[in-house]
């Protein structure tokens, strides 16, 4: 299923680029890392650090663009998909998309994974008006078009999630006691405002214990260990 999504995203980014180079192909104007035979497409990925399992992600979206210029590209045109490793560290991710923009000059940063990574680059990349194009993270901050008109989200999110998982617990375990551990960042405060908001007027009485742990933490163990002590049958 999540291999299925992580297709439907880049098919979807392929079609974006068919249009735009069949418009630009009308008119022989084009912007920076696009031309006549080429689409320059940047991203950034954990193919190292904490987050490393994630670095698959940026491995199928190579091989299906490499399945797409085998069969002749779009409009006769390849696309030069430029992958780094950002070690999911901000200040690695800023790093590397300065690299994409200022030396790669790629058209798009595409799929670019992380809450923190996302968040690190947001304002340089709508500085530079390229497009931060479906940001691999459901964090709600990504729906703010006024203010950041060059990012577009994709995935529901994580308070969605969150709030999702709460109603459950509420009707199959309505006396459940609840220990909440989250990751000390925007990613993991937005899944805990999500878990309150689900509970709803159970809320203060159901979580007992919240946890934060930091993600560059190499292990999580000591954490576990404290939400995990009696009487929390139930942790998040």
């Not at 999540?2 to 439907?8: A, D, E, H, M, N």
């Not at 035979?37 to 950034?44: A, L, Q, S």
């Not at 529901?156 to 199959?172: D, M, N």
Request: proline share 6%.
């Amino acid at each position: 299923m999540f291999l299925g999504r992580i297709l439907r995203t880049t098919a979807l980014v392929t079609a974006v680029a068919t249009l735009s180079s069949g418009a630009a192909l009308a008119q022989k104007k084009y912007d920076t890392g696009a031309s006549d035979t080429e689409i320059k497409i940047g991203n950034i990925m954990p193919y190292s650090g904490p987050a490393s399992a994630y670095g698959i992600i940026g491995k199928t979206e190579e091989a299906y663009f490499k399945m797409i210029n085998d069969k002749g590209g779009i409009n006769g045109r390849k696309i030069n998909f430029v992958t780094y490793d950002d070690g999911y560290s901000p200040p690695k991710a800023v790093e590397q998309v300065r690299k994409l923009v200022e030396s790669d000059e790629v058209l798009a940063v595409f799929n670019p994974l992380g809450t923190p990574s996302n968040s690190a680059i947001q304002k340089y990349l709508n500085a530079k008006k390229i497009p931060q194009l479906f940001v691999a993270t459901g964090a709600t901050k990504w729906n703010d078009p006024k203010n950041f008109p060059w990012t577009m989200g994709w995935q529901p999110s994580y308070q969605s999630e969150a709030q999702i998982y709460a109603k459950w617990l509420t009707k199959e375990k309505p006396d459940a006691k609840v220990a909440i551990l989250y990751q000390n960042d925007d990613f993991g405060k937005d899944y805990l405002k999500g878990t309150k908001d689900g509970l709803g007027a159970k809320a203060a009485s159901t979580i007992i214990m919240e946890e934060s742990y930091e993600v560059s933490e190499p292990s999580i163990d000591g954490h576990i260990v404290k939400i995990s002590r009696p009487p929390i049958p139930t942790c998040c």
